[in-house]
């Protein structure tokens, strides 16, 4: 039922790659077919709709833009713009970049934007949240996500005000969650497509980048975090949502109420037993008591090593001990 998207380039290898990675992407909202020679594209494009051409320069010709398509972008390599009224993109960047680039394009010039299906699964919203201080909530969060996603399609979202990301990962993100609330609030139809351009990869599951400025969020409530996550639920194929949740956050206990189940990382110093102490009565006070319901306390062990790269976190002792957690406390549930 998906749309189609007709990929042509004369580089059999560089065809490959592209086709393979959008294939890979269980989010993409096109059925990809790959061609290396026009006159196959031609056949197909003659018995079958496509929605969206990407053409190479090296195969483009003028007559292209005159097949039934809605859409079309050129990967261009000369640098020199082909095409009286297609939109060049540069071939040679990475794929994610390609992909933001081609659905920019798309959204930005279909008036009409056909509408994704709903996959019927219902997405699991995972909740991380301890009062306490370094207590490897991230660590553990980025962990069971990455775990999860061995199995299932995964998204994990952080909501620390420093997440250290780019730096950590080397990355320097021209989208951010704040993107991603954009479209949901004012282009909410484009939102399914935009999303394919801002969600990154990491060790097989996927995140969108934080916001750079925590400030920069202080406006949204809960109640609206929580209508962007079930409209992500309605556009996606995710299984899983990790939410790696912070006091800076709006809304943080309403967004706790709506998560299927809650860690809480325990630390056994006397500071951190009158924190948690503090916020399980602050629960109670204010009509959150069925929160501590779904919470699941953890106190870590102290491991004697944790992997060094955030893309490493499913593998070592910390991974093991969430390994037995998923198991009791997620399948087990």
């Given at each position: 039922m998906k749309k189609i998207l007709a990929l042509c380039d004369g580089e059999r290898d560089y065809v490959y790659h592209l086709a393979d990675y959008l294939q890979r992407k269980d989010t993409f909202p096109f059925a990809v077919y790959s061609f290396t020679d026009t006159v196959q594209l031609k056949k197909f494009m003659d018995n079958n709709e496509v929605e969206l051409l990407l053409v190479g320069e090296n195969v483009y010709e003028e007559d292209m833009e005159e097949l039934p398509k809605r859409h079309m972008v050129v990967l261009n390599e000369s640098g020199n713009e082909v095409g009286s009224q297609v939109e060049?993109?540069?071939?040679?960047?990475?794929?994610?970049?390609?992909?933001?680039?081609?659905?920019?394009?798309?959204?930005?010039?279909?008036?009409?934007?056909?509408k994704r299906l709903a996959t019927g699964n219902r997405m699991k919203m995972i909740g991380c949240y301890t009062p306490v201080g370094r207590s490897l909530q991230t660590t553990f969060a980025l962990s069971m996500g990455q775990i999860l996603a061995k199995k299932h399609k995964t998204l994990y979202l952080n909501f620390e005000s420093y997440s250290g990301f780019g730096y950590l990962l080397e990355q320097e993100y021209t989208v951010d969650i704040t993107d991603a609330l954009y479209y949901f609030n004012c282009e909410r139809e484009k939102l399914a497509y935009k999303l394919e351009g801002i969600v990154q990869p990491l060790n097989g599951m996927d995140y969108i980048p934080p916001a750079m400025s925590y400030q920069e969020l202080a406006g949204i409530g809960g109640e609206q975090w929580i209508q962007l996550f079930q409209e992500i639920e309605k556009i996606s194929e995710y299984e899983y949502l990790i939410l790696d949740l912070s006091e800076h956050v709006q809304g943080l206990f309403d967004i706790l109420r709506e998560c299927r189940c809650v860690f809480t990382i325990q630390k056994e110093d006397e500071m951190a037993e009158a924190k948690m102490r503090q916020y399980e009565t602050l629960l109670q006070s204010m009509e959150y008591g069925d929160i501590a319901g779904k919470t699941r306390k953890w106190k870590l062990p102290v491991f004697r090593r944790i992997p060094s790269g955030m893309a490493q976190l499913d593998r070592g002792e910390m991974a093991a001990c969430v390994r037995q957690i998923i198991d009791e406390e997620i399948y087990g549930s």
């Open positions: 060049n993109i540069n071939k040679y960047q990475a794929s994610e970049h390609i992909i933001k680039a081609v659905m920019d394009s798309y959204t930005g010039g279909n008036d009409r934007l056909p």
